[in-house]
């Protein structure tokens, strides 16, 4: 579109300021997150002339932020605070609970209870506060004590998930709630696929207006260009009110749009903006701000950037900090006309004046003619008018950094990433500065039954860490003494709500509710938890009353497999029962899937549609996700995935971490951008019994696969000069360690730009096999090649090891080469425990794949023609031969663009399914959204990236989405163990899917 100006400019200043939804209170309270429905961050009321601290508030505990590693989702860094009045209220993050403290003196006036972590600041509206809880409920208190005067429940029903390492709703209401003309929005849920709900309600009663609960499920361009999928809208941040328009953050992208009157959806431009996004949102006048850019609130259209830092809107100016130090300016609009003559206007943005300091503020707010900037340790009231505009006029030192700020009353308030408020006010004689600690509550340890119990329940099962779930809790005196004596996170259950009542107030007064144990009112036999992710199940009344009163079914389904202990009853003759492995779920040992490379777990539990099990952040450092990195493992409940330096191991139910070992650098030469990665150099790393094997250089460690413990090494045998050896392919079966003697002279030439990673250390090929025996470590075999080992080309199945000696294909050293011959080679196959040769093929050996079917005894031959492919990967092709002497069954043309798969007697690839006896053609119709990487399957289903998470059911042969993530660039979601397992892999992608996170998902219905 063109445009050309009309006359002279007309400039208006359009940064408007209104406070909406405040009546019965003043101007000088601070009555949401930054201040208002906007979110402005401003007040007109000026601080005092002379700051002193007050007083000082420690929570109970430091908060725990949702996602402690994202730039993008800061919202519960600190407790924010809000004010009214002579008070001033925080939620918890850690404990789930609401507090109002006497603004004058910060002492403790009330304290209200959730049933999850509260992520956001209340909302104050005339006599009430709105709270959003992790829980999925809305709360509306009494400011004066906390009374419950109503509720909302956000999602459809009362099931929880694990989120962020604590058991919360399947819909946490994480729309930060915002009060508009005496109504009050919220939102619940975070994953769209499992439904999105933005309400309005009456502020008064809490009756519905509206609920949008279709903007979770619609299918949409996502931040890539080209791709579609199922995946709408979340809900992350503080909602906001622009006019007419609710504005939604979407976590780490760009917001959403919603009539406020209505619930209609207005728009959500995601792809647009495939890079922008984060949950801080600021609105003013006719426009929004996010993510350092400045969007038309009427369409969501981006007008100009501001760049990052902290910004402030207000009346008649904006306030940003950043690297710069602070910069004071306005906004302009200027009429235009397009080519058709019609006016529209454009914006400006027009810095007025910079107040140099080098530092970006962790917070900032304005008060009057005076900007309030947190920084780590910390705190600084800066004048923005007059000779001493830019110096700092009044400074403070706190703990920890600022992350949030609010003015009240003269009272300046503080909040750190520790958990610590600062009040400043004006100076009065006589008046104490001293600060105000918490009380250390002492609980003591019992030896009556249930401190007995306590005993007997730890020493029987070995289980101190972990999820604890207390069916029947009574009075929560088992809880207590469980909590006082382990690092058990409780979850306690009953239905009595005087027992309920009884346990809440005995485990506040221990100091353990809330951030160690969590008290709920709910039938014990249907408690809405999540299947299979309780380590340990107890029962504080059958300690009293029996085994009986422990519901069967209900503790059978929430019991974790591999291990997962019930131990309920009196401690004398106390119940204690271990659950074993679970039927049907398959495992995933190799890089793909098995020592076989069949790609398929053969799990019979995983199946659509998923719902979330559980997800979290991990703080682990990863390559980046063009690197191609190895896939994660499942094996006997525990997932493995490697970053950078190291392995890390967690509990595939529940996500809990179990062990991490540092390798540093084991994964740096995977750390680029659009190599060939594991693609071509195989995995480094499996699982075989007991035992974790990872490849690292000249050496091979062997890791408990239980703790993470070092258990030795074993080293490849020297080179014929006598020099060490680089190890190259590694796989486990049968009690015997395959590895071989990687070729570092062929290194492979980068696949698009040679600008990262470390191709010298991505090899490909080798020039020797050779085979220890996994428990004394002695070698037992080598082969020598009589040309070259591609470790794509070796399979070990059914007591043998199959591969293929063939000359190099030299040309994948070069850019664009000019010829692409490639010489057939010879297929072999050798027995595994003493590598004598039992058959070998040497006709028309033209593959780079291989890939076997004990059950059908069936070896299948291809190629791997993906994206980042090299170039010998010529694809168009794929034969199988019998496993017993290596007769040729079939050999035909294929079309597929992905890594073949056998799943039972069926060969799957992208492109079209054969029969694997006989190579027959079967009916697969099956297509994808924007991908790379490659299929990974189960017996019932696929799991890859089409856009998001995608997955595919053979029985219904539809493709559905898991929305709300980016999967990674090769195999990144597995689906064993009855689960689907998604460890991040999208490091280095800035790109706005709504959620980066580890993610296993389940069979939704169950």
Known sequence: MTMKQVGIPRIVIVLLFSFLGTAGLTRADWLAYRGDAQRSGHTSSALAADLALAWVHRAPHSPQPAWPRSDRMAFDRAYQMVAAGDRTFYGSSADGTVQALDLDTGQVVWKFSTEGPVRFAP??????????????????????????????????????????????????????????????????????????????????????????????????????????????????????????????????????????????????????????????????????????????????????????????????????????????????????????????????????????????????IVAGDEAICGRDGRLEVIPLEGPQAGKPRFSAEVEGAVCGLAVSSGCLLATTDRGVIYAFQPTRPGRLTVPQEMPVVTVERTSDPYGQAAEAILRQSEMTVGYCVDLNCGDGRLAEQLALRSDLMIYAVDSDPAMVHAARQRLTAAGLWGSRVMVQQRDPTDTGYPSYFADIIVSGRSVAEGTDIVPRDESARLQRPYGGVLAIGHPEELRVQRRDELAGAGSWTHQYADAANTLCSGDTLASGPLGMQWFRDVDFDLPNRHGRAPSPLYDRGRLFHQGLDGIVAVDAYNGRELWRYSIPGVLKAYDGDELMGTAGTGGNLCVHGDTVYVRDGARCLRLDAASGRMLGELTPPQRSDGQTCTWGYLAAADGIVFGTEANDQHVVTYRYVASTGDMSRLLTESHRLFAFDAKSGDLLWQYQAEHSIRHNAIAVTGGRVLLIDRPLAMFDRQKKPESKEHPTGRLLALDARTGRLVWQCDKDIYGTTLAASSEHGVLLMGYQPTRFRLDSEFGGRLAAFRLEDGQRLWDIPAKYESRPLINGDVVYAQGGAWKLLTGEPVPFDFARSYACGILAASQKMMVFRSATLGYFEFGRGQLENYGGIRPGCWINAIPAGGLVLVPDASSGCRCSYLNQAWIALRPAGE
């Open 123 to 364: 909302a104050v509206w005339q006599d009430r506060l709105f709270v959003a809880s992790d829980d999925g409920f809305l709360y509306a208190l009494r400011s004066e004590d906390g009374h419950v005067l109503w509720k909302v429940r956000g999602g459809p029903d009362h099931r929880m998930t694990l989120g962020n390492e604590r058991l919360i709703s399947k819909w946490p209401a994480r729309g930060g709630p915002v009060v508009v003309d005496d109504r009050v929005y919220f939102a619940a849920g975070i994953w769209p696929s499992e439904g999105i709900y933005l309400y309005a309600l009456d502020a008064a009663t809490g009756r519905v207006v509206w609920c949008n609960d279709d903007s979770g499920g619609m299918y949409m361009p996502q931040p890539h260009g080209g791709a579609n999928a199922n995946s709408g809208i979340a809900a992350q941040g503080y909602l906001a009110v622009a006019g007419d328009l609710l504005l939604v953050p979407t976590g780490r992208a760009v917001p959403a749009a919603f009539d406020r009157h209505t619930g209609k959806f207005a728009y959500f431009h995601l792809q647009r903006y495939g890079q922008d996004g984060g949950a801080e949102l600021t609105a003013t006048g006719p426009l929004f701000f996010n993510s350092g850019h400045a969007f038309l609130a009427e369409n969501g259209d981006k007008v100009f950037r501001v760049g990052p830092g902290r910004l402030v809107a207000g009346p008649d100016r904006f306030v940003l900090s950043s690297a710069k130090g602070l910069e004071v300016g306005t906004v302009e609009a200027t009429e235009t006309v397009d080519r058709r003559g019609s006016p529209t206007p454009t914006y400006v943005l027009r810095s007025a004046q910079t107040f140099a300091d080098g530092t970006s503020a962790t917070a900032l």
